[in-house]
């Protein structure tokens, strides 16, 4: 047993599954010497040599292209986007020719490959540092989208994603990366895809999140407790696709329901959820749906960032709302 | 000042629009041209034209789906067919059927696709070539993934990937020259120049003063030819495949050539083509430029063509019926191999369509 930071698990998955199957190869831009600007792939190149933790000319819809390729050819590529506001210019590969390979060919090739990228904001980096825009992903059939919100989480989804025989996009909340260590052992031991993980049992209301927003809502959901508030923690975890047996349960028995996320509102995954609870939960429900999200403004320079990401405050104020309502 | 690079584009024509030979028989010899296989390309690009034909009249009889024509790119695409490997992997663009009908994708196959069936991209014969690329170059990207796959595993096989004249405009194209020089992968890149991408020419496409020029910005060695000329397309491929697989890296031919028909069944090129520069072109069209050579050597009789006409239009007509007796999917068919294993989330919404909910 170890403890691990996210960004240690990360490279603990990476380490591990590189060892165990040989059709693993790592690629992006820096991710060789460096050991990428995160330190997600340190040492690996050492261990693993250039050929297996390739450093790519700086060319995101050519990483996202060859990963392709190589899944095509029996490798499972794992590729890192080094932010999340660059992987725009490897959408139309993943959208175009990932997320269809299987069907097209009607199996005849498929597309085992997974795109890491850091996302979400809160670390007071440079414009294009901060988006989280997983919901453009979560809408296009044939992906996984899956986002972990703890070390052990972390380790266990990377490396169900690798093993995935489907592609993945695995999204990690930067902001979290050294937020906090957790012990586990590394074994190799996968957690389950497509399901929710619930973190809080509760009675009075259940609150949904993903990510590095998970942390402010454990933090409201102590306080309101204290304010004999019981809130429900759901981790979606799997943004695509979305576990709606697990929420509907909770809704069921709590009657009320929030979703929180730091994504611009509009069209959001936190937009999804609510369609969901509302198209099959409503006879559960004592007070609307609420979303607590940013706003539908660009992902504000660090200046302003802490207004945009909805906060402890904000998330106890929305579960007042729906407790009086 | 002094110059720190110099570089140079060759281009190469043996056969001439007037099916005069520049290249003396021992070189034809040598590059394994002998009458049998000149006849047998002959064949293989009449069988194209009459599939060409036949997927054309199917479309306006609505009995396939939008198709675009290979009519003119005969020599380029079925000389790539002929001198890969079953072992290479071909990364089609959507105009290739020439291309895949010689590395053993089905005539219905091809038929089932453009028809509107997914089936047909399951090739039952080149397993491992890519589908049919739909959008621009992206191909392109795919290769380096293939090539790499080879390298790492040192086995001697290359990737073929195809593009078009505008093709050469997207940074795909680009990312992925970079790539193969970088890395001096086993890919050999046609760009077959048909003049046109949709409306726009290739004046409007690039300044460049060819396409082929773009390869040596990636450090890929690249040339220029006639691909409308059997021959060089038959040598230079040769030779470019041969060099990839030996693991002297990657190149990038530029074929000159024509697209004789519309983009799509759904175009209409005579709204921004001009009439006299298609009927120049074509006078330089291939399969007439090699079958005129080929009965000035004697090595074709006009009963011979006639003999190997018909026995193309039966075999292009056995496909058709076959595939028009092919029944359609079920409905649910879509919702197969989205994964390898359905997500829940999916099995409500395939129980929906079944219920028709």
């Known amino acids: 047993m170890s403890q691990y930071t996210l960004i240690e698990a990360v490279n603990a998955a990476l380490d591990y599954e590189l060892a165990a199957d040989e059709s693993v190869v790592v690629l992006g831009e820096d991710v060789g010497a460096n050991g990428g600007v995160f330190r997600a792939t340190d040492k690996l190149q050492t261990r693993f040599g250039e050929d297996r933790v390739i450093d790519t000319p700086l060319a995101e819809s050519l990483i996202c292209g060859m990963s392709i390729g190589l899944a095509t050819q029996g490798f499972k590529p794992v590729a890192e986007i080094q932010f999340m506001g660059f992987i725009y210019a490897a959408f139309d590969q993943f959208i175009c020719h990932a997320s269809r390979m299987r069907n097209r060919t009607r199996g005849r090739l498929s597309c085992p490959m997974v795109l890491r990228a850091p996302f979400g904001g809160g670390i007071h980096a440079p414009e294009h540092h901060s988006e989280s825009t997983e919901a453009i992903f979560a809408h296009v059939p044939g992906i996984r989208v899956v986002i972990p919100s703890s070390p052990a989480r972390a380790y266990g989804l990377l490396l169900a994603a690798i093993r995935d025989p489907d592609p993945v996009v695995f999204l990690e909340p930067k902001r979290i990366y050294r937020a906090q260590s957790e012990t586990f052992e590394n074994n190799g031991e996968a957690l389950p895809l497509d399901v929710c993980f619930t973190l809080r049992q509760g009675s009075d209301l259940t609150i949904v999140s993903w990510g590095a927003m998970l942390q402010e809502t454990l933090q409201a959901s102590e306080q309101l407790a204290q304010m004999g508030i019981d809130c429900e923690v759901i981790d ?90 | 000042m002094i110059t720190v690079a110099k570089f140079s584009i060759n281009f190469s024509q043996y056969l001439d629009a007037d099916s005069n030979l520049h290249l003396d028989n021992q070189a034809l010899t040598q590059a394994g041209l002998d009458p049998a296989r000149l006849l047998d390309y002959y064949q293989a690009m009449l069988l194209v034209r009459s599939y060409d034909t036949k997927a054309i009249a199917l479309q306006r009889t609505g009995r396939i789906g939008t198709y675009p024509s290979c009519l003119g790119q005969e020599a380029i695409s079925t000389a790539i067919g002929k001198t890969m490997q079953a072992c290479d992997v071909f990364l089609p663009g959507y105009r290739d059927a020439a291309t895949l009908l010689m590395r053993g994708t089905t005539m219905h196959e091809l038929f089932l696709y453009w028809g509107g069936d997914e089936r047909g991209m399951d090739f039952s014969h080149n397993k491992e070539d890519l589908p049919y690329n739909v959008p621009i170059a992206s191909q392109c990207c795919h290769s380096i993934g293939v090539a790499y796959a080879f390298k790492l595993r040192k086995q001697p096989r290359v990737a073929v990937v195809v593009c078009g004249d505008g093709g050469t405009s997207e940074g795909d194209f680009y990312e992925a020259l970079n790539a193969a020089g970088t890395w001096q992968l086993p890919i050999v890149f046609v760009v077959i120049n048909n003049q046109w991408a949709i409306s726009v020419p290739r004046a409007k496409q690039s300044y460049c003063q060819t396409l082929a020029q773009k390869g040596i910005a990636g450090g890929v060695a690249s040339e220029q030819i006639d691909g409308n000329d059997t021959i060089a397309c038959h040598i230079h491929l040769q030779r470019a495949i041969d060099n990839a697989r030996k693991g002297n890296g990657p190149s990038l031919i530029e074929a000159i050539s024509y697209r004789l028909g519309d983009h799509t069944t759904a175009d209409d090129a005579s709204r921004y083509r001009d009439q006299e520069e298609l009927a120049n072109a074509w006078k330089k069209e291939p399969l007439v430029r090699l079958e005129k050579y080929l009965l000035k050597r004697g090595d074709l009789t006009d009963a011979k063509i006639e003999t190997f006409k018909q026995q193309a239009n039966a075999q292009v007509k056995q496909s058709v019926e076959s595939y028009l007796a092919t029944p359609a999917q079920d409905k649910s068919a879509m919702f197969e191999y989205m994964y390898e294993t359905m997500p829940d989330a999916l099995k409500e919404q395939l129980d929906q369509l079944n219920q028709n909910k």
Do not use: N, W
């Open chain 1, 236 to 325: 979606l975890a799997s943004i695509k696709p979305i576990d709606k047996k697990t929420i509907l349960e909770s809704v069921e028995k709590t009657g009320r329901c929030m979703i929180v996320c730091e994504a611009a509102k509009s069209g959001s995954v936190a937009s999804e959820a609510a369609a969901i609870v509302a198209e099959e939960g409503l006879t559960s429900l004592f007070a609307p749906i609420l979303r607590v999200t940013g706003y539908d403004t660009v992902m504000p320079l660090l200046k302003l960032e802490q207004h945009y990401l909805p906060s402890t405050e904000k998330i106890m104020q929305a579960a007042k709302r729906l407790m009086e309502f």
